[in-house]
């Protein structure tokens, strides 16, 4: 089965420094990856998307980035982090044969910043 | 660009009662998907059901209902015989159709409704 799984679950940073949140699936191969924010009373936004290893699109321009070293890895980075950045980030993944549409997200990773 | 919308920030419902949760969105789109996304409290987010916006028929599953009403722009959530786990944060989302087979979903979500089924 395929499994999803996000590190830290909690981080506290404070403004200026650097931030690397990582993402990696299971038992599934060529995936689709994302990386979501979720901010109190505005949803999710999607920030970045991958469909193969060092191919990423960003849909907002933004303080971070995202990269892609391995198949089933994906990374949210920044060199020096904003207050703004705080929030809570999802990464997800999907796959062409199954419903299209479907997500599967991993647990999140809360950052705040200070 | 495509924008969705949830009205209700809040919503209570007793068990064993049934609850709907609405969504509006806007697009110039002839064909495109829906989705209702569940988010349980410190649990992964779910997908609960899904239309496709050229199906007249609107979507089931199990106790989850969509009423589909594509000229109104309306996606609205029926939750029947509501269960203490369906506690959530619920998200209605967009989706225009892939050029290309095996491109991303890139999804549009809205900002959610809060459910809490009481005893």
């Known amino acids: 089965s395929q499994t999803i799984h996000q590190w830290p679950a909690t981080l506290v940073q404070p403004v200026g420094s650097p931030l690397s949140l990582e993402c990696t699936v299971e038992?599934?191969?060529?995936?689709?990856l994302y990386w979501y924010r979720q901010a109190a009373g505005r949803g999710l936004q999607l920030l970045f998307y991958?469909?193969?290893?060092?191919?990423i699109s960003s849909e907002v321009p933004q303080n971070l980035s995202a990269s892609r070293p391995q198949d089933r890895q994906f990374i949210l980075s920044s060199k020096k982090l904003l207050l703004s950045d705080s929030g809570f980030y999802l990464c997800a993944w999907s796959v062409w044969y199954r419903r299209l549409g479907e997500l599967f997200f991993g647990e999140g990773s809360r950052l705040t910043v200070l | 660009a495509q924008t969705v919308t949830q009205s209700q920030p809040e919503m209570s419902v007793q068990e064993a009662e049934t609850v709907t949760l609405s969504c509006t969105y806007d697009t110039s789109e002839s064909n495109y998907y829906l989705f209702w996304y569940k988010q349980p409290p410190s649990r992964q987010m779910i997908l609960v059901i899904r239309q496709e916006a050229y199906k007249q028929q609107n979507a089931t599953e199990n106790r989850f209902s969509v009423n589909f009403q594509k000229a109104a722009k309306s996606f609205s959530l029926k939750i029947s015989d509501s269960q203490l786990g369906d506690t959530a944060m619920y998200f209605c989302?967009?989706?225009?159709?892939?050029?290309?087979?095996?491109?991303?979903?890139?999804?549009?979500f809205g900002t959610g409704t809060r459910l809490q089924v009481t005893l």
């Open positions: 038992g599934t191969s060529n995936p689709n």
């Open positions: 991958s469909v193969g290893i060092g191919q």
């Open positions: 989302a967009f989706m225009k159709p892939n050029a290309k087979h095996g491109t991303a979903s890139k999804l549009t």
